[in-house]
């Protein structure tokens, strides 16, 4: 399907989504643009296809109906053989860490670097300044599997920041942390925007994001299969 009206600052734009898991109709006609640099908070309730939808975007489900288009880049007729390209635009914070247990914690956060072909010297420029940014410096030799709940997602928003990704995502970054550790993760997201990166971040409620996000944030709302509150979408028709 053709993509209607896709302007070119639309990094993320999803125009009649349809999309049915496991015999449960998640998204109905889905319409969706997030333009560059823009930091959007989208909430929803428990089974909405808030997971889903990051997992659409990062290319491992497919839309049923509709169109999706990343970064210029036609999901509906990407090639295999694209998609690994894809995903390394992408800073993923995942709910629950998918992390290299048996690897120390700068081991984990180097792995974008390392995945994208950074000189040595870049790499080491990077780790330095996440390690003091995160407060990591003194913990960077121990193992993951060490590290209790918030300093894990703490590493897992290092990794996802650490390349300057074009695009973040984010599913409930703040749920299982501290408010120490919030705040670190939240002041991460913030630079990554502020530098050019298109942030999207999917939770339950606006509850723990209020006041730390400094930049301009958009909240929508994701309820019966649509967006119900689509600021963007308001502002780019004509």
């Keep these: 399907m053709r993509l209607v009206s896709c302007r070119e600052n ?15 109709r998640l998204f109905t006609d889905l319409t969706l643009f997030l ?8 909430c929803g309730g ?3 296809g808030k997971t889903t939808l990051l997992r659409m975007i990062m290319a491992y ?14 999901l509906g007729d990407i090639p295999a053989s694209r998609i690994p390209f894809l995903r390394r635009q992408i800073g993923l914070i995942a709910n629950t860490p998918v992390l290299l247990e048996d690897r120390s ?3 984990n956060i180097s792995v ?3 995945l994208a072909g950074f000189d040595q010297e870049v790499i080491e420029e990077r780790l330095a300044a ?3 940014q995160t407060g990591l410096r003194d913990e960077q030799h121990i193992k993951v599997n060490r590290l209790t709940a918030p300093t894990r997602q703490l590493v897992s928003a290092a990794r996802a920041t650490i390349h300057k990704p074009a695009i973040i995502l984010a599913d409930e970054p703040l749920e299982k942390v501290d408010g120490d550790t919030a705040n670190l993760i939240t002041g991460m997201l913030n630079e990554a925007n502020t530098a050019g990166a298109t942030l999207l971040i999917v939770s339950q409620s606006d509850e723990f994001y209020g006041q730390r996000v400094a930049n301009d944030c958009k909240t929508l709302t994701l309820s019966e299969g649509s967006i119900k509150q689509n600021e963007f979408e ?5």
């Design 10 to 24: 639309q990094v993320i734009h999803f125009h009649n989504v349809h999309k049915t898991v496991d015999g449960r």
């Design 130 to 132: 996440t390690l003091e």
């Design 46 to 48: 428990t089974q909405s």
């Design 35 to 42: 333009p560059k640099t823009s930091y959007t908070l989208l």
């Design 105 to 107: 914690i700068v081991e």
């Design 61 to 74: 489900e497919k839309p049923d109906q509709g169109a999706l288009r990343v970064d210029g880049i036609d």
């Design 112 to 114: 974008p670097l390392q």
């Design 234 to 238: 308001q502002n780019n028709i004509g």
